[in-house]
C-alpha cells in the first residue's frame, strides 16, 4: 500500500523561512514530487527529487531521503503569493501515477 | 499556461445524470492523466492513458469511464452522478512513461450535481 503524510497547515511570516515536511509508505518508488497549488488552481510543479540529497532552484529547495521516506521543500525569502497548497506526490515504480498527499495548506501574513 | 486544456471550466449537473469531460494534452505529449479532487480532500488518481492504450487505474468508480483518441486527446465519462461526485477533476499530460516526466496540469472541470 501507499500513504503519504504532510502536516494539514501551516504559517510563517513574510521574508522568513518555512519548511514542509512529507513521509511517505509506498510499495514502489520512482521520483517525488511537490506542486504548489492555489485555491480552485490548477497545481503546479515546484521540484523533483529521485535520489538522496538536496535540489536547488532559486527561493524553493527539497530535500530526499529515500531510506527514511521521508522529504521536505524548504521556501526561503516568504512572499505573500507563496500563500498556497503544498502537494507532496510519490510516483510509482510500477506505473506512473502519482500518488498525493493531502497538501499542506500555508498561509503568510505581512 | 500549462498548455493542457479542459473543457468545460464549470458543470453544474442534476444526480442520475451523465457528463463528459475533455481533455487535450500538451502538444507531443502520450500520456494522459486523470485525477479527482473533492473539498479539503488531496488529488486522487483516477486513471492514465498512454498513446491510447489503458497503463494505470487508480480508485477509478465502475460509473466512471475513460478513453483516449488516436489524436490524443481524453475523455473522462461520468454516469449516475451523485451528490458525492461533485468535485474539481482534473486532467494531467506528461511525455512519456516511465521515465522522470513531469506532469502539467490542465486548469480543471469544476463539476456540480444538485
Known amino acids: 500500500g501507499q500513504n503519504i503524510d504532510q502536516p494539514t497547515e501551516m504559517t510563517a511570516t513574510e521574508g522568513a523561512i518555512v519548511q514542509i515536511n512529507c513521509t511517505y509508505q509506498?510499495?514502489?518508488?520512482?521520483?517525488l514530487f511537490w506542486y504548489q497549488q492555489h485555491a480552485g488552481e490548477a497545481p503546479t510543479f515546484l521540484s523533483y527529487?529521485?535520489?538522496?540529497g538536496l535540489e536547488e532552484k532559486g527561493r524553493f529547495s527539497s530535500f530526499l531521503s529515500r531510506s527514511k521516506g521521508y522529504s521536505y521543500l524548504l521556501l526561503k525569502e516568504l512572499q505573500m503569493k507563496d500563500s498556497a497548497s503544498y502537494l507532496c506526490a510519490v510516483r510509482d515504480s510500477d506505473t506512473d501515477k502519482l500518488i498525493f498527499g493531502t497538501g499542506t495548506r500555508l498561509q503568510v501574513f505581512p | 499556461d500549462s498548455g493542457v486544456t479542459q473543457t468545460p471550466k464549470h458543470l453544474i449537473t442534476a444526480t442520475g445524470q451523465r457528463v463528459t469531460l475533455r481533455c487535450s494534452p500538451r502538444?507531443?505529449?502520450?500520456?494522459v492523466y486523470w485525477y479527482q479532487q473533492s473539498l479539503d480532500q488531496g488529488l486522487q488518481f483516477l486513471i492514465q492513458y498512454y498513446n491510447g492504450e489503458e497503463r494505470a487505474k487508480g480508485n477509478i468508480l465502475e460509473r466512471f469511464s475513460a478513453q483516449q483518441f488516436p489524436d490524443l486527446h481524453s475523455e473522462l465519462n461520468l454516469s449516475s452522478l451523485e451528490l458525492g461526485d461533485s468535485a474539481l477533476y482534473f486532467c494531467?499530460?506528461?511525455?512519456?512513461?516511465?521515465?522522470?516526466?513531469?506532469?502539467?496540469f490542465g486548469p480543471g472541470t469544476r463539476l456540480t450535481v444538485t
Open positions: 494531467a499530460s506528461s511525455a512519456g512513461q516511465g521515465e522522470t516526466y513531469e506532469q502539467y
Open positions: 509506498t510499495s514502489g518508488f520512482n521520483g
Open positions: 502538444s507531443g505529449d502520450l500520456s
Open positions: 527529487n529521485v535520489l538522496d
